[in-house]
């Protein structure tokens, strides 16, 4: 029987020997390359922390000790560790999410996955602690570029004010450029560092030095000199000490035996460490070992022998922008680009191979990245700040503040926007055009296809006196939705064919598909209708209110937050224009969404054609004092399958 089907908690690692733990590492590493294969995942970085994990488990008692990831992707193998070995449907509706969940253990405590929040956790968890007399430990492991976030550094600041709470930091370095430090000076280094003996020597030492006249005061402070010299030499991360923290390492993160030591010793000591583990992104899988761009940091389903894709969704919106951005750097040597910590993902790779001298990567900061784009801007060049959507959220008070008062022209690129789907409540950017609308003078454009992805960021780069944004989906891009006309600066998708047109449908983005699908439903049930793409859907186009009052009825749709969206925006507009025509929008509840497939939870929310044709048709109806007898008409539609 394999070792790994025996383990349904942390406490059954305790009964295994060291060559089974050995023996249950690999078959770990194993498990992870044929599940996640079948489904897609996080691979690379839960290769990573096979042994840590393990050793975290071991040393501490979880959930009375509480272990908090950051970032949460690299939590497959906590998982399989605290009884969860069903991976089959990872990511699916109904199965594991790809992050720490509160839902399915006890173990979990951190779900949001935006980067460098551990430490801020823990330092919170351990305070508590500390009020209610607990005795338990919390371990925050933070690694995988987490780091690099200013949040963390606050934290940081906050936990090494308390000397005897006890917090354990795990810094998970995956970065290849580090060599670990290893064998017997650097063990008792880290032992004497983590013991009150070491202490007290340093306090006997110095008082009997400095009671050495002439001589001890020099003395103590060259030999202190000279130690602290050492300490650097053989741990280079000996900054965090100038911090006030305790610092163990560099421990070899595939080192067992050592991880273990280590743990055990910053636990007892009572107080904040950090124990810097050095460990290999990717370890045991050839595949993600040759990928010098991220290891298999997220993968698709792949082969699992070779970690070929299994097959190509065609070209995505991300590339289309990536290739696009690389056209405008060759026409403008303004043009540069900032990432924060994502060049490939944002498509920003091909752009960094062309002009490498042109690209900023800030880390995992946002706020960093929003506020030095602004100094960009007034330095004379167009920063281009391509990031996924959901973590524009982070550096909303910068875009306000720095970019927007100072009028910089700043272009702000959101990917993945909209419904993400198998990434979970924290991935869905579904807030972004809620949050930009209360921007003074910013412009927000929501293109339908990849010909208004490459037109709308040329538009975008062009202006040099505003914040100006462009959001797009994730995944494969459709065919290109043609405008059959103009109405100020809105492209129309579909004529009414009638003078006297009954619905005003205004499609924001990548849902222009589905809102064609709304009309021809519509249409069948005698309801004529005008489709819209107002392409810029901040600020409200002026020909909007006068065309909507050719209409009896206006309805909005798009893929963010109803709460103060494109619809909220809209319905304004009308109303300071006298337009006093009836509004239904459609778009995102406000609540966290499960994860599940982009179609399941488009489904879940009412945000399909049969649905939204329904409640068009019942409102239309309702007008002509009809209400109900359409409506049960469109709901016998079968709905539009991905």
Request: proline letters at 5%.
């Amino acid at each position: 029987m394999p070792l790994l089907t025996r383990i349904r908690g942390p406490r059954d690692l305790d009964r295994l020997s060291p060559e089974e733990l050995d023996q249950l590492a690999e078959e770990i590493r194993t498990f992870l390359v044929e599940a996640v294969s079948k489904t897609g995942g996080h691979l690379g970085p839960n290769l990573g922390v096979v042994e840590l994990t393990i050793a975290l488990h071991r040393v501490f008692e979880s959930p009375k000790d509480k272990i908090l990831w950051d970032t949460g992707h690299q939590s497959y193998v906590h998982k399989l560790l605290t009884g969860r070995q069903d991976f089959s449907r990872l990511k699916m509706k109904g199965g594991l999410s790809g992050y720490p969940s509160q839902a399915e253990s006890e173990h979990d405590v951190i779900e949001n996955s935006h980067a460098s929040t551990v430490l801020g956790w823990a330092d919170g968890i351990a305070k508590g602690n500390e009020i209610l007399g607990r005795d338990s430990h919390v371990v925050a492991v933070i690694g995988d570029g987490a780091l690099t976030g200013g949040m963390a550094w606050e934290a940081l600041n906050n936990i090494a004010d308390a000397k005897d709470r006890p917090l354990v930091i795990v810094v998970n370095d995956n970065e290849r450029s580090y060599a670990p430090t290893i064998g017997g000076l650097a063990n008792h280094l880290a032992t004497l560092r983590t013991t009150d003996g070491y202490e007290r020597f340093l306090a006997r030492g110095k008082d009997l030095l400095e009671r050495t006249p002439v001589v001890g005061k020099p003395l103590f402070d060259t030999l202190h000199g000279a130690k602290k010299g050492l300490k650097d030499f053989i741990a280079p991360q000996g900054m965090f000490e100038d911090l006030g923290l305790k610092y163990v390492g560099p421990i070899d993160g595939h080192d067992l035996e050592a991880l273990e030591s280590a743990l055990a010793k910053a636990k007892r000591f009572g107080g904040p460490v950090i124990v810097h583990c050095l460990t290999e992104k990717g370890r045991g899988y050839q595949p993600a070992l040759q990928d010098e761009a991220d290891r298999f940091h997220a993968v698709g389903k792949i082969h699992p022998d070779t970690g070929l894709p299994i097959a190509s969704s065609g070209a995505d919106w991300t590339s289309v922008f990536g290739e696009e951005m690389v056209r405008l750097g060759e026409e403008r040597e303004d043009i540069v680009a900032i990432t924060a910590a994502m060049l490939q993902p944002v498509g920003l790779d091909k752009f960094a191979k062309r002009f490498p001298e042109r690209v900023y990567d800030v880390g995992i900061a946002e706020q960093h990245g929003a506020v030095s784009a602004a100094g960009l801007a007034h330095a004379g060049v167009h920063p281009v700040f391509a990031v996924y959507a959901t973590f524009l959220n982070r550096a909303f008070d910068q875009v306000l503040m720095d970019v927007a008062l100072h009028k910089c022209g700043v272009t702000f690129v959101l990917d993945r926007a909209g419904v993400t789907g198998t990434d979970g409540a924290s991935h869905n950017g579904m807030w972004d055009m809620s949050i930009l609308q209360v921007v003074p003078g910013l412009r927000l454009a929501a293109p339908r296809d990849a010909d208004q992805v490459r037109a709308q960021l040329r538009e975008a780069v062009a202006v040099d006196d505003a914040p100006t944004v462009v959001r797009f989906s994730k995944g494969a891009v459709g065919p290109a939705v043609p405008a059959v006309g103009r109405v100020g600066d809105m492209d129309v998708l579909r004529e009414p064919g009638t003078d006297t047109p009954d619905v005003l449908l205004v499609s924001v983005g990548a849902l222009a598909p589905m809102c064609l699908e709304i009309a021809g439903l519509l249409d069948r049930q005698g309801i004529s209708t005008t489709v819209v793409d107002p392409r810029w859907v901040k600020p409200v186009d002026e020909a909007m209110a006068p065309l909507a009052e050719r209409h009896r009825v206006v309805v909005t749709v798009e893929d963010n937050s109803r709460v103060g969206g494109v619809g909220s925006a809209v319905a304004q507009a009308l109303r300071d224009a006298g337009v006093d025509v009836p509004l239904r929008d459609f778009g995102i509840p406000p609540r966290f969404l499960d994860h599940a497939s982009r179609a399941e939870v488009m489904a879940e929310i009412g945000l399909t054609a049969p649905d939204i044709a329904r409640q068009v048709t019942g409102l239309v109806a309702k007008l002509d004092g009809r209400y109900g007898t359409q409506a049960a008409e469109v709901d016998s539609v079968e709905p539009a399958r991905d």
